[in-house]
């Protein structure tokens, strides 16, 4: 007894047998037509449900779900509002005792072009925030862990 070989794709329809159709079986049968369709949708569909499903577990990073996904970077990241120093530099603190974060700055106001090159020096409880500007104006900055 031989399978039905499946295909993965939509079928449009499903062919309905007629009363007047022969009985006929086979790879190419009459009767295992609408069998054959049915077979090629549910391949289509489990392939789409795989290629989900990865996706999902890509999405969730070795996490348990998508919410603890969440959470986890929720806890990885911080933001808050500053303003610049100028030249002098800003600190900002924080409690993450290293240095393997990254550091995103953006201005809250019209730096009037007087805000220069920004720098960050990075430490293990703060970071600075430095501008060759004298704009002393304010900033968001977002820390990813």
């Given at each position: 007894?031989?399978n039905v070989v499946e295909n993965p794709t939509w079928e449009?329809?499903?062919?309905?047998?007629?009363?007047?159709?022969?009985?006929?079986?086979?790879?190419?049968?009459?009767?295992?037509?609408?069998?054959?369709?049915?077979?090629?949708?549910?391949?289509?569909?489990?392939?789409?449900?795989?290629?989900?499903?990865?996706?999902?577990?890509?999405?969730?990073?070795?996490?348990?779900?998508?919410?603890?996904?969440?959470?986890?970077?929720?806890?990885?990241?911080?933001?808050?509002?500053?303003?610049?120093?100028?030249?002098?530099?800003?600190?900002?603190?924080?409690?993450?005792?290293?240095?393997?974060?990254?550091?995103?700055?953006?201005?809250?106001?019209?730096?009037?072009?007087?805000?220069?090159?920004?720098?960050?020096?990075?430490?293990?409880?703060?970071?600075?925030?430095?501008?060759?500007?004298?704009?002393?104006?304010?900033?968001?900055?977002?820390?990813?862990?």
């Amino acid at each position: 007894m031989a399978n039905v070989v499946e295909n993965p794709t939509w079928e449009a329809g499903i062919y309905e047998i007629a009363e007047t159709d022969p009985v006929m079986g086979g790879p190419d049968g009459v009767d295992n037509a609408p069998h054959k369709q049915l077979a090629n949708r549910t391949a289509y569909l489990k392939q789409q449900q795989d290629s989900v499903k990865a996706e999902i577990a890509a999405a969730r990073g070795g996490q348990a779900n998508l919410a603890a996904r969440l959470a986890l970077l929720e806890t990885q990241t911080s933001q808050a509002d500053s303003t610049f120093n100028g030249t002098a530099g800003r600190t900002v603190s924080h409690a993450l005792g290293h240095t393997n974060y990254i550091v995103n700055i953006v201005t809250l106001e019209d730096t009037q072009g007087d805000l220069g090159d920004v720098r960050i020096a990075r430490a293990s409880n703060a970071f600075t925030v430095y501008n060759t500007g004298g704009f002393t104006g304010a900033f968001r900055y977002q820390i990813i862990t």
